[in-house]
């Protein structure tokens, strides 16, 4: 994508209607996305990956496109729902089961997830609002909810060789 459609998605991500067109262009993001084993998500607009976690009720592995910021060898994810008043599945589903699979440029990686709060927290908040300036305004609109950040970290056989 060019710099200038980038910059106009990343100001559009500040306006109510991509608050509401986003969730819709949620399931087509999760096909291209299990369809390139996570090598094209969000149309390469942002860095972007699709995570699969366990459904908390089912049991069965649920998948959602998210972007993320890199953290050292970790990822960090934003659960903003597009500024909805609760909280994504996907944040439930990792309260309850921080084990997770993170699909990447054509990888998947076993992750396991940490809630981040205080100093970390804001650290990581400050990283991911370079990349989307838009979690602050959703994070405006999202009324009392507190947003959760988490830290995805790969597990110890999946890291990096240095």
Do not use: K, Q
Not at 101 to 114: I, M, N, Q, W
């Amino acid at each position: 994508m060019t710099g200038v459609f980038r910059e106009f998605v990343r100001r559009a991500g500040h306006t109510r209607l991509m608050s509401r067109l986003g969730p819709l262009w949620a399931p087509v993001d999760r096909l291209i996305g299990r369809l390139t084993r996570g090598r094209v998500v969000a149309l390469g607009i942002v860095p972007s990956v699709l995570l699969t976690t366990t459904g908390r009720t089912t049991g069965r592995p649920r998948r959602s496109a998210l972007l993320y910021v890199a953290d050292g060898d970790a990822f960090v994810v934003i659960g903003s729902n597009w500024c909805r008043t609760v909280h994504p599945a996907w944040v439930r589903n990792l309260l309850a089961d921080p084990r997770a699979t993170v699909t990447t440029g054509g990888e998947s990686l076993p992750v396991r997830a940490h809630l981040v709060t205080g100093p970390d927290r804001t650290r990581l908040w400050d990283l991911a609002t370079r990349v989307w300036p838009a979690y602050d305004t959703y994070a405006r609109r999202a009324g009392d909810r507190d947003i959760r950040v988490f830290r995805l970290e790969r597990l110890p056989d999946h890291l990096p060789s240095a």
